[in-house]
């Protein structure tokens, strides 16, 4: 029963996730935590860790340095 309940007021299915430094080592653990939890992840890094890159269909990437305006206007 207590599951349920954590479940139904944490519920991220299907939700969109936006994490920033998500293939650092605390980011990956991030973007893999929202995943599992079933949320849609938008994955966001300067320079992008290909080993940090969780495969599923529910995690995208964008290589992106959001201090830089330029760089998230595209």
């Not at 994490?19 to 994955?43: D, N, R, S």
Request: proline fraction near 0%; charged fraction near 30%.
């Amino acid at each position: 029963m207590k599951n349920n309940f954590l479940e139904s007021i944490f519920n991220l299915k299907d939700k969109i996730v936006l994490v920033t430094g998500a293939t650092g080592q605390l980011g990956h653990e991030i973007c893999e935590t929202y995943e599992k939890a079933g949320a849609c992840v938008i994955g966001m890094d300067k320079v992008l860790n290909k080993v940090k890159m969780i495969k599923s269909d529910r995690v995208k990437y964008m290589s992106m340095d959001i201090s830089d305006l330029n760089s998230v206007k595209k």
